[in-house]
RNA sequence: GCUCAAGUGGCGGAAUUGGUAGACGCGCUGGAUUCAAAAUCCAGUUCUUUCGGGAGUGUGGGUUCGAUUCCCACCUUGAGUACCA
């Protein structure tokens, strides 16, 4: 029987989805594990070769585990919401729901031609009503919900109105919208309900808000900051724009703090976590008030600034106000009005992007108005200029040139004067920055203190005369939540008769999609949700339903509750936020998830997925998942303990290369010299030796150039391409999918293949012309099983204790680096691993069953189907998949002599076979007495000898 | 600019605590088998060499009996981030 691959995985994929072999139980006696892939978008082009990597990894892991005794939690689902299915329906009106299908029927038979053991009675869509119900609900706990800083944690709206009720909002210490204005218990008694909810809103961890957000025109929606790559939209490379709207935002700087101090408690990357740190952006320093000098009959007006360098605040010379701050205009100077004005123009004009591209030019305007050093009393000028950004901090800096880069090329550039606060420090090149080696001098009572001295000292001083504070400050910005979008989450949110948002009762949810006839905005500029023809709230009591406009105003006022419904849907990792915790219950159709379900599975133990959400998915995950540990839902504060990034599979891409104006085409050793056009050509027609099938890309019509005329000038006899390593992608003609990898080598090829190209975590070329090696390995191993022309099968039980000696050797080191290879996620060397291990026993001519039996189970969490279908011919019953991995047995290693090498200053030279139980002095005598020493001596005498026992021979001298 | 990761044969990569650099595989070379090809099997394959040997893990230094591994400086590549006060 020869190793029919393809009859073999097919046999077991379907015992394996009729026995539901990978069904994960809630409840066992086995102890738990989570093994998590981060789910994907189902999109129109299915899966190539890179997409499965990070899937294959997790799978061994999983079965590694389940060979190990534990129960294992292993799910895949659909990120199903999204743009692709969205831009396909605004093109051919096919409704996203069908094209999202489609996709995920091609997904799902791609997925299982690859032998994952996943469980797919626990398969969560986040486009499905029944998944998104959860989604909305998480949103109207948020909205129920302020953060509490006095506690650190998000507490129940409904106890801030209590506290409103009885005290007023002068003791609340809340993370919140600023300005809010403070009111006693009797003001709130006396608001009505509009106002009480109004302000109530600012307060709720998702709110409502008019922000200043990233718009795309192109798109027609607003996207996050990690949607935009360089200036442009992630999707499509479309320019963005800033534009005020009224949207839903969520407070996750409320988090800022726990996100960063969480990181610590995780084994994650540090890349990763690096990420995140830099995205939270924390810098502690002190807020500083400075007073502006009033000038004829304006008013008084103070800028309040952050810094981190309190202690340099002697050396302020001026001040900086970004142009858009809002006390610009109050407090320029009538003669400098226009200029000021001008300049406000001018910046408002350069685009985000032009300001990030161009750092060079100095430019900023005095606005003529004076603000009061805290402590000197001097006058300070205050000026503008687009180096201070509106949205960072207050928005203003207290400039202090000799400390500062930016602030120093400032007051150069403008003649303003540049004072020296650093003792023994030349500053007329360039400011001093470095915090380590500050002494300051020349500021009162700060001299000679150290930065860290100073910078206390100077926070207390500002107390005292009350005119600043220590602060903390984030990067991290509130998340805004809506988009103007159709294919997405749908608010569970109405607006009352007052305009204010009102949440639909939990026991109406899912609140479904509705049907549209267009999915672009509307000719008004409303989001596509605006093209329903019914879609406003209509409730009495416990009945609901969702009417047209002219219904829901026809219909009687007397006890009713609703209005027209939220137009915008949610954004793209809403549904990804607590998917991991919904896995564990995923039908459940009464709560999120049981308290069951949740104290059993506790928390993700191993998640693997792209780096690239390292500040989006993953960053909004762990904060809902902190959130949710707040409300007591789930009883971990992050919901993964381990998470692995999978680097990314590149596409090596082929040229041919046609000389410049004629239909020529030169192999790649003939180019040299030449005025060549190097041209993508699919790598299908490229064979291991890079050489080209002509007359397979001369027939092919599908897709490139058109090569019916085209001459290929050959080097010795063949057309060599040229080769590079690119990103994978259609228009490179580098794709490779692995529905014909399955096809011609089988899954466990392409499974093995993907881990033996190298470290789960690096960035690597794929090759197919490499998967010859796995492939023939997989061979072997089928006939380590099966001999004769026929290969008929035989595993003999009775083997002779001789050949059974090396055997058990080889079995036992092959145990030994296995384990230990899984336990590290290195599994590109297990691979390797099972090919010695494989060409050592067919040296040996072993066919016992005591070796052959165990080798299976190790070989099974990489290539399953074989060792399923091997383990069935020794007579086993059932599936493999729950054998026991086998025990190391370290007696089976032992060596009586070892091959030691001899160097001599440290350069290896030869090597002598000793015993291992041979002392010190007598290897040392040994190898000094040999032939070859004595050689390399050449009559010198050896200053010193290292003898390092089981280990090495160095001679000195 | 800052932060992080990485530089080893023609290629992907291995060397877990400092101890025989290049495991394993691809490709290449030669051979067997075949009418021929595919497939399979065997031998070789870092460079250099006067065939004794010598050099060698991005570059330059250091620590050590001994460094791909530890330390310092630099170069290159990739990723993230950026006028963040």
């Known amino acids: 029987m020869k190793y029919n691959f393809n009859a073999i995985e097919a046999k077991w994929q379907k015992y394996w989805a009729d026995n539901q072999t990978f069904k994960a139980i809630n409840g066992s006696d086995k102890p738990k594990y989570y093994v998590l892939d981060m789910f994907p978008y189902p999109s129109g082009a299915g899966l190539h070769v890179g997409h499965p990597l990070g899937y294959i990894a997790s799978d061994i892991y999983a079965r590694y585990k389940r060979h190990q005794g534990f129960n294992v939690l292993h799910p895949q689902g659909y990120d199903s919401f999204g743009l692709p299915a969205e831009q396909y329906a605004i093109q051919t009106g096919q409704h996203p729901a069908i094209t999202t299908a489609e996709n995920i029927k091609t997904y799902r038979r791609q997925l299982d031609q690859i032998g994952f053991s996943f469980d797919w009675s626990r398969e969560v869509r986040t486009s499905d009503p029944s998944y998104y119900k959860w989604t909305q609900w998480i949103f109207i706990q948020l909205f129920e919900s302020w953060f509490n800083i006095d506690t650190d944690k998000a507490e129940d709206i409904s106890e801030l109105e209590k506290v409103f009720a009885s005290e007023g909002n002068a003791k609340v210490n809340a993370v919140c919208d600023e300005n809010i204005e403070p009111f006693s218990a009797d003001d709130w008694n006396a608001f009505d309900s509009k106002k009480q909810q109004e302000i109530l809103l600012q307060y709720r961890l998702t709110y409502l808000a008019e922000t200043e957000v990233n718009w795309c025109p192109a798109l027609g929606t607003v996207l996050a900051n990690d949607e935009i790559v360089n200036g442009v939209s992630e999707r499509g490379g479309h320019p963005v724009i800033r534009k005020k709207m009224t949207q839903w935002s969520m407070r996750i700087s409320a988090y800022a703090e726990r996100l960063l101090q969480g990181l610590d408690t995780i084994d994650w990357t540090d890349s990763l976590k690096e990420s995140q740190r830099n995205w939270i952006g924390k810098s502690v320093g002190a807020s500083v008030s400075f007073k502006v000098i009033a000038s004829g009959t304006k008013q008084s007006h103070k800028i309040d600034v952050f810094t981190t360098r309190p202690d340099t605040i002697f050396g302020v010379s001026f001040m900086t106000l970004a142009p858009e701050h809002e006390l610009v205009s109050k407090i320029t100077t009538p003669e400098q009005k226009e200029e000021v004005e001008a300049y406000i123009i001018a910046s408002s004009k350069r685009s985000e992007r032009d300001r990030m591209a161009d750092v060079k030019t100095i430019s900023g305007v005095f606005t003529g108005a004076y603000a009061e050093h805290p402590f000197t009393k001097e006058p300070i000028p205050v000026w503008i200029g687009d180096y201070v950004l509106a949205g960072y901090g207050t928005g203003a800096v207290m400039s202090v040139p000799c400390g500062d880069q930016r602030d120093y090329d400032f007051a150069k550039y403008f003649n303003i004067p540049i004072p020296n606060i650093f003792d023994g420090i030349d500053i007329s090149e360039e400011a001093f920055s470095d915090k380590e080696k500050t002494v300051i001098g020349n500021s009162d009572f700060l001299n000679g203190m150290n930065y860290k001295k100073a910078t206390k000292r100077a926070i207390y001083e500002l107390e005292q005369i009350g005119q600043g504070e220590g602060k903390t400050n984030y990067r991290l910005r509130d998340a805004v939540f809506s988009r103007q979008r159709y294919w997405g989450e749908p608010f569970p949110v109405y607006y009352d008769a007052h305009g204010m948002p009102q949440m639909i009762d939990e026991k109406f949810l899912p609140l479904e999609l509705p049907e549209v006839d267009k999915y672009l905005p509307t000719e008004t500029g409303e989001p596509p949700l605006g093209n329903a023809k019914k879609w406003h709230w209509l409730q009495y009591g416990d009945k609901a339903e969702i009417v047209s406009k002219d219904e829901f105003e026809n219909s009687s006022p007397l006890g009713r509750l609703g209005g027209a419904l939220e137009l915008n849907t949610m954004p793209g990792w809403a549904g990804s936020s607590q998917y991991f915790n919904r896995y564990m ?224 050797k080889t079995l036992h080191k092959t145990i030994k680096k296995v384990q230990e290879d899984i336990e590290n996620f290195s599994f590109n060397t297990s691979v390797s691993t099972f090919m010695i291990a494989a060409n050592e026993l067919t040296a040996q001519k072993c066919t016992s069953k005591e070796i052959l039996e165990p080798l299976l189970v190790l070989i099974s969490p990489y290539a399953p189907h074989i060792a399923e279908e091997l383990w069935s011919q020794l007579a086993n019953s059932g599936s493999i998949s729950t054998a026991p991995f086998p025990e190391f047995d370290a007696s089976h290693l032992v060596e009586s002599s070892k091959n030691y090498p001899i160097s001599f200053n440290g350069k290896m030279r030869f090597t002598m076979e000793l015993p291992l139980d041979l002392s010190k002095d007598d290897i040392e005598k040994a190898v000094l007495a040999h032939e070859k020493t004595q050689e390399q001596l050449a009559g010198r005498t050896p200053k010193k000898v290292i003898v390092v026992p089981g280990k090495i021979v160095n001679i000195v001298g």
């Open 585 to 808: 219950d995923p039908n459940n159709g009464d709560a999120i998830f049981s308290k069951e379900a949740i104290d059993y599975w506790q928390q993700v133990d191993l998640y693997i997925g792209g780096s690239e959400h390292a500040t989006g998915h993953l960053l909004y995950s762990r904060f809902w998942q902190k959130f949710m540990f707040d409300k007591g839902y789930v009883n971990h504060d992050e919901f993964a303990k381990k998470l692995i990034n999978q680097g990314m599979i590149l596409g090596t891409s082929a040229f041919v290369y046609r000389e410049e104006s004629t239909n020529n085409y030169l192999s790649l050793g003939l180019i040299e010299g030449k005025k060549v056009q190097p041209i993508h050509v699919k790598v299908k027609y490229v064979n291991a030796s890079d050489e080209l099938d002509i007359e397979g890309l001369k027939s092919d019509t599908e897709f490139g150039e058109d090569y019916t005329d085209a001459k290929f000038i050959l080097e010795n006899g063949v057309y060599k391409v040229g080769r590079d390593v690119e990103k994978m992608s259609k228009s490179k003609f580098n794709v490779v999918n692995p529905d014909d990898i399955v096809l011609d080598y089988g899954a466990d090829s392409l499974r093995l293949y993907e881990m033996f190209l190298g470290p789960l975590e690096q960035y690597k070329p794929w090759n197919t012309a490499g998967i010859t090696g796995v492939h023939n390995f997989l061979k072997k191993l089928w006939k380590l099983y099966h001999q004769g022309e026929n290969g008929t099968f035989y595993v003999s039980s009775s083997p002779t204790s001789e050949e059974l000696g090396e055997a058990l």
